[in-house]
Each structure stands twice: as C-alpha cells, then as structure tokens.
C-alpha cells in the first residue's frame, strides 16, 4: 500500500492563548503538488512547521512518508525551505552545500544540483555578499541537496522578483513532473493558480475549501464594480449584482457578470464617476469560500 | 572529523577580528605588561614575567572560549540553525560541535602567549611544567565554553555580541588578570574571588610554579561549570535553538 506522503490527523497547535491551527485533517498523496493558500495568520507556516517536527502540536498527530516527523527529517525524506529559514554567516556557498549534501545517504549530484537551483557562479560566494533572491536559490538548493521525495516550501519566493519567480516555478512544476511532492504555502492567489493541481485554502488555523484548483477558480471567478455614488441610492436590481457594500460615497458591487451590471447601470442613467473594476483578492475569495461552506 | 566540526572552525578562523583580540592581542599585552613592570620600583624579576604570562594565557583563553561559544545567538538569529534542523545533521551534534570548537580555540592564545613568554620574555620553565600549565588552562577553559553557551542561548544577537565585551572585560579586571590581585583594595580582592576568572588564573599559577593546582580552584571552578551547563540546559528546555525569536 503506498503511504500518503503527508497525513495530519486532528492536528492542532496553540501559539500561547491563540489556536493557530484547528484540528486539521490534511491528507497528500505521493506526487501531488499542493498550494497552502490563506491570508497571513491562516495557519500555513504553523502547518508546515509542524509538519518538519518543529514545533510540538498541542494534540492530534502527524505522519510524513508514515514516519513521525523528525524521523523523516532524520531520513532524508523531506526538503524544506522556512520562511524564517537562513544561512551562516562567514561561510561560503559551497561550503554551507557541502556541508549540507554530505549529511544525506544519497545526495543530488553537484553539477545538477547548481544547475537546476540556478546558483552557478554562487559558490565561492560569501554568504553575506548574496542578494536577497540568490539567497532564495540557494536555501532551494539546500532543500533540493538529499533528492527529497517531499518537498515544503514556505512562502518560497516572497524575496524574489518577477523573473525569479517564473524560474523558481518552471522548477517546481520540473520537479513534480519527476514525481516529487511539492507542498507550499503563499498568500498568492496565482501561485497557487499555476502551478498546484489541488489548492487547500486555510483561514483561521482550518481548512475552508480544498479541491483542484480550476474549482477555486470558479469560486472567486467574480468581480467587483466600484464607483461614487450619492447616499440613498440602492443598486441591488442591476442585473449581474450578487451583493452591494457602501463605504463611505463609494458603492461596491459584487458581480458574476460585469458587462451586465455595466451596462444596466449605464441603462438606467447612473454617473460612473471614479469607475473601478477589479477581480476577487484572496480575503474576497476566503470569505465567499467560508460564506459557501456555510 | 564530522564536516560540521570543520566548517564551524573554518567560519571561526576566518573572523580576523577573532584572532586579533584572543591571540595577537593577549600576546601584545605580555610584552606589554612586563616592559611596564620592569619599569617600577619592584623590576620585573622572571617571577613577575611567568605571572603576567600565565595572566595573559587566561585572558586570551577566556575571550576565546567565550567569542567561540557565543557564536550561537548568531547562528539562531539568522535562521541557520532552523535551517539545519530541517537536514539530516543532528541536533545534538550541533550544540557538541559548539563546544568542541570553543575547547579547541582556546589553544592558539595559550600556545602563542607561552611561546611569546618564553622567547620574547625569557621565561624559563621546565618542560612538565609548560605541558602542566598549557594543559590545566586548557581543561579550566570549559567553565568559559559552558559560560559563552549559556549567553549565546539567552540572549538575542546584538545583546549576546555586547555581552561578550562585557562579560569579558570584567572577567578579566575583576578576577585580576590585567593588574595582579594583590594590588587590589580589600573589597574588590573579595570580589575577585566571586569570579571563575581568579581561580582559573590560580590553577595557571600553580603549575607554572611546578605545583599542583590548589583543591579550592579546582573545586571553584568544577562549580562554576557545572552552574553554567545547568543553566544552559535550563534555558535551552524553554527555548529551542530552531525558535527565530521570543
């Protein structure tokens, strides 16, 4: 039977007074490349801290490749990249890899290892002199160095610009197509989009919808039409419109279809003034996911 | 050698400012320090240099085993030491390296002071009593590895790094390794005898005069260590080395 490489079973873990992730119940098969997505405070770095053994959950139990946690660490069977993950300093690249690739039984070759981690040119490199995206590559390349069959990343490009981005994910999705698990945790709603094939979405230390991620897709397809409009006025008629907020003079309305809503705005004579039209953000999505749940 | 002992010993080798204040600087110092004796009513007898010698061996011992130790507020302040707990190297090996590497690196400065002494200041010793008194200093520095452990462990990086200087500097003036103890009013000689520093001296003296240390430093400074480790373990059960910060 093959094992699942990530199975959390009630798992539940308190910062101090505050429950940061509720009696979670998280099963990833070998193979599956996964995006944690929430808000900040949603409970994904507590997850995978948890799941690297890093932190002691209050109750419930966890299972990485059917071992406890810092046994699979132990085994080499996990690679991870930390948010708060960082290098020594007074050292050079490749002797923090060195150090790194030799404490595991069955390292990834070295050329292949710089190449596919894009560090060439990195290791005789001070630690300290790095920018911050090279030092991204190069704490990949650590998490990379014992051909881990699991992979963590925890907000993996957050230091990253546009290009290093796309990169780093031609990598991940490389990766996966190898058949590496690919876990990781962003609060970026594209990421997930491209490249996981199945998006869990965490709020308040649960999770509030899991499924394929052309699912998730479907559920925050709507959008939002702003404009200023005089108190007293009410827009919940116009056709499209599946919900209608006021701050302040601005109107915002929720919409499966903006071209309708638009043009029955524009029908009915309204000044658009300060136009604006945007997709659902996340937080949108989180809410319309709990609010479905419901 | 495990590949971790050797990288934390190369990272440390390649702070000059390291070698500059545990190994070059107590060697100045005993030149120093004899040049400015040998100048007063007393001269600088081949007494008075072996003592400023032995002083300066402890100096540079206890900055060495101290800034080596240390090194472990850093390592957690930038996130290494939660990066390597997520690789195959053991947690414990960490922590045993640490210590293995500051109980290495107060060799240079015991070394290099004893050879300055010998050769610039013409101290004569024979050779059991140069292998006792490198040998007992070196044994004596761990109560300064378990001291610089449990700073490292406590305190944040800016706070350990400051610490350090501190710690260091009265260990050094109070347990009279810079001006002899006897030189001391009475109250501050009492404080002296407070400090791990005095005693460690103590036991240098001892053998450099061909003698056994005395039981009391001996027992002083199986003390201090013992409350160090303690402490340590203490802190490191409420605090884990993987914790980025609070």
């Known amino acids: ?294 | 050698m495990s590949p971790l002992f050797v990288f934390q010993l190369r990272r440390v080798a390649r702070n000059r400012q390291f070698l500059f204040f545990t190994v070059l600087l107590p060697a100045l110092f005993t030149v120093f320090f004899t040049r400015v004796f040998a100048g007063t009513a007393g001269g600088a007898g081949p007494e008075r240099a072996a003592a400023t010698m032995v002083s300066m061996m402890a100096y540079g011992a206890v900055g060495a085993a101290l800034g080596a130790t240390v090194r472990l507020s850093f390592d957690r302040a930038s996130g290494w030491l939660r990066q390597l707990r997520v690789t195959p190297v053991p947690q414990t090996s960490v922590v045993a390296v640490d210590v293995a590497v500051g109980m290495l690196l107060t060799l240079p400065p015991l070394v290099v002071v004893a050879l300055t002494g010998r050769f610039l200041n013409g101290v004569h010793l024979a050779p059991g009593q140069w292998a006792g008194l490198i040998g007992v200093l070196w044994l004596g520095s761990a109560v300064f590895v378990a001291l610089g452990l449990l700073l490292g462990w406590a305190l944040e990086e800016k706070a350990a790094g400051g610490a350090i200087g501190i710690v260091g500097t009265v260990l050094a003036a109070l347990g009279g390794l810079w001006v002899p103890v006897e030189l001391f009013p009475g109250g501050l000689r009492a404080m002296a005898h407070g400090l791990p520093s005095y005693w460690y001296a103590e036991t240098g003296r001892a053998a450099a005069a061909g003698e056994l240390p005395p039981v009391l430093a001996v027992g002083a400074l199986v003390g201090f260590t013992a409350v160090f480790a303690a402490l340590a373990v203490l802190v490191a059960r409420r605090r884990p080395l993987t914790a980025v910060a609070g």
């Not at chain 1, 979670?24 to 949603?42: M, Q, S």
Request: glycine fraction near 14%; aromatic fraction near 2%; include cysteine.
């Open chain 1, 1 to 294: 039977m093959p094992l699942d490489a990530l199975d959390t079973t009630g798992l539940t873990v308190r910062h101090g007074d505050v429950l940061a992730v509720d009696d979670l119940d998280l099963r990833i098969g070998r193979g599956e490349t996964v995006a944690l997505l929430g808000p900040n405070g949603a409970g994904k770095s507590t997850t995978v801290s948890a799941v690297l053994g890093l932190l002691r959950p209050a109750a419930g139990s966890v299972r990485v490749l059917g071992r406890a946690p810092a046994d699979a660490v132990r085994a080499g069977c996990v690679g991870a990249m930390l948010q708060h993950g960082g290098l020594p300093g007074e050292a050079r690249v490749g002797e923090v890899l060195h150090l790194v690739r030799r404490s595991y039984a069955d390292p990834w070759p070295l050329g292949d290892l710089v190449a596919t981690a894009g560090i060439g040119g990195l290791l005789g490199r001070d630690v300290d002199a790095l920018s911050g995206g090279q030092r991204q590559r190069v704490l990949l390349a650590l998490a990379l160095a014992g051909q881990p069959p699991l992979l963590l990343l925890d907000e993996p490009t957050s230091a990253m610009d546009v290009e290093g981005r796309r990169a780093f994910w031609t990598t991940m999705r490389d990766l996966a197509a190898r058949g590496t698990t690919v876990v990781f945790a962003t609060h970026h709603l594209e990421e997930a989009d491209a490249v996981a094939d199945r998006v869990v979405v965490m709020a308040g230390g649960r999770v509030v919808a899991d499924g394929p991620s052309a699912g998730l897709r479907s559920a925050v397809a709507g959008r939002t039409v702003r404009f200023s409009a005089p108190d007293g006025v009410t827009f919940d008629r116009v056709p499209g419109v599946t919900g209608a907020s006021r701050l302040g003079g601005t109107v915002a309305l929720a919409t499966a279809d903006v071209e309708a809503t638009l043009r029955g705005l524009l029908a009915d004579g309204v000044p658009l003034d300060d136009l604006e039209v945007r997709g659902a953000s996340l937080e949108d999505a989180v809410l319309a996911l709990v609010g479905g749940g419901r």
